[in-house]
């Protein structure tokens, strides 16, 4: 392993939670309980939203067995970047640089910055959306508006790191309240949905499915979040032996497990709502989220609904640009070793993602938006083996991670979710390089 100055990512926020030495199950775990929240909140993003809508009405409950299966892989993986993060005090970006070489590593933080570009891009159009269907504001004019989302950032972030975790939190539960109220206006078909989480043939037969599932592969499973949370699982002050090691793996994983588990209800709830309302009332053709928005309402005979729905993408995008600022800092730090002020780096990052949103709302029209949305996320999921290679790899390596490395049949378990992965996304360039042709 090359030798690199071991300076941590997040300096001002590393270490500076504190970890009770002593107490009970519950106090530890409440100072454990936040990075897996701040992870979970990019795997319910405005994308998911996109390709939930348009599984959900296009093919009904069928896509929920692509959603678990996603959400299961995520957290193996996420709890990979615990170990991670833990045992070797580096996150996956800087764990990159010591063991690539530096032209590895910048190929590999070009593919990071395409993908948190690409989940910016969601972000933006999500909550431009939500603002023209809340307040009528032209969507050319929303993109611009969330640009001074920065302002939020740099405010908590002066706070301290509890509070973007708090924030982040009430904003999950905003989201998880408004769809709770959602379903039971759907009455979705309980033995439909439980035969949905069944796997079925016809999602890699039909070429259009597999489309949408690795979409929703890749905004479930994103990998940007691997970098994140294998540096902000730092900001908590557990003492440097490995019995609290242990202890810091272990609370952890308990809270991104938790977290995510919340996260697949909103996402699954999402699909439940698109097929309850759209696809078995003759609505299959719903694509757009704003269509989705005008029907809700007039469908399911529940004034509320659309409002709901919209202050639900609201927030979803929203929350996901505090991490998404927090995750743009972690590659570049760990990468390359350079140091932007968080209001620069938010700038930069937005302005890559404010240009071709741009373009499409001005030369495709306001209507091409969801099909934009569905790009990003396929985008995101093509860069996701780039990503979740190393991280499997560098917890499986003895020499790295010492007692913590993964047991045999871990091993086997990640590295299976690996392959499949890799071999999802090469049949979806098998498949659009032929529909081209």
């Not at 969330?146 to 924030?167: C, I, N, P």
């Amino acid at each position: 392993m090359k030798q690199t100055e071991r300076i941590p990512s997040l300096p001002e926020v590393h270490r500076t939670i504190k970890v009770p030495v002593g107490g009970g199950f519950w106090r530890k775990m409440l100072a454990y309980t936040g990075p897996g929240y701040l992870v979970s909140v990019g795997y319910m993003d405005p994308g998911n939203w996109a390709t939930d809508l348009a599984g959900g009405a296009q093919f009904g409950y069928m896509l929920l067995s692509v959603i678990l299966f996603s959400n299961l892989m995520a957290i193996l993986l996420q709890a990979l970047c615990v170990k991670l993060g833990v045992a070797t005090g580096r996150d996956l970006a800087q764990a990159c640089r010591d063991n690539y070489s530096p032209r590895v590593s910048f190929f590999l933080w070009i593919l990071c910055e395409i993908a948190i570009a690409a989940c910016d891009l969601a972000e933006l159009v999500g909550s431009a959306i939500a603002l023209q269907l809340l307040f009528g504001i032209p969507l050319a004019v929303g993109v611009c508006i969330t640009a001074l989302d920065v302002l939020v950032v740099l405010f908590l972030q002066s706070k301290g790191f509890r509070y973007v975790e708090a924030l982040v939190i009430t904003i999950i539960a905003v989201i998880g309240g408004c769809f709770i109220v959602e379903l039971i206006a759907a009455r979705p078909d309980l033995g439909g949905v439980l035969q949905g989480f069944i796997p079925h043939s016809e999602v890699v037969r039909n070429p259009t499915a597999l489309y949408i599932s690795i979409g929703i592969l890749g905004a479930t499973v994103m990998p940007h979040n691997l970098y994140l949370h294998s540096s902000i699982v730092q900001t908590r002050d557990w003492q440097e032996i490995p019995e609290k090691k242990r202890e810091a793996i272990k609370f952890g994983m308990i809270d991104s497990s938790v977290a995510l588990s919340i996260a697949l209800f909103i996402n699954a709830a999402i699909l439940i709502l698109s097929a309850a309302t759209f696809h078995f009332s003759g609505h299959q053709d719903v694509a757009e989220i704003q269509d989705a928005y005008k029907l809700l309402s007039p469908v399911l005979g529940f004034a509320p609904a659309s409002i709901l729905f919209a202050i639900a993408l609201l927030a979803s995008g929203q929350n996901s640009t505090l991490t998404g600022t927090l995750a743009g800092q972690i590659v570049m730090e760990g990468f390359l070793q350079i140091r932007l002020k968080p209001w620069l780096r938010r700038l930069l990052t937005r302005l890559v993602a404010i240009v071709p949103a741009l373009l499409t709302i001005v030369f495709l029209g306001e209507g091409s938006t969801t099909n934009l949305l569905i790009m990003s996320q396929v985008i995101l999921s093509l860069q996701l083996s780039f990503a979740v290679i190393p991280l499997v790899m560098f917890t499986s390596d003895r020499r790295l991670m010492g007692e913590f490395v993964n047991p045999r049949w871990l091993k086997v378990l990640a590295y299976a979710v690996a392959t499949v992965i890799v071999g999802l996304n090469a049949w979806l360039l098998w498949e659009t390089f032929f529909g081209w042709l």
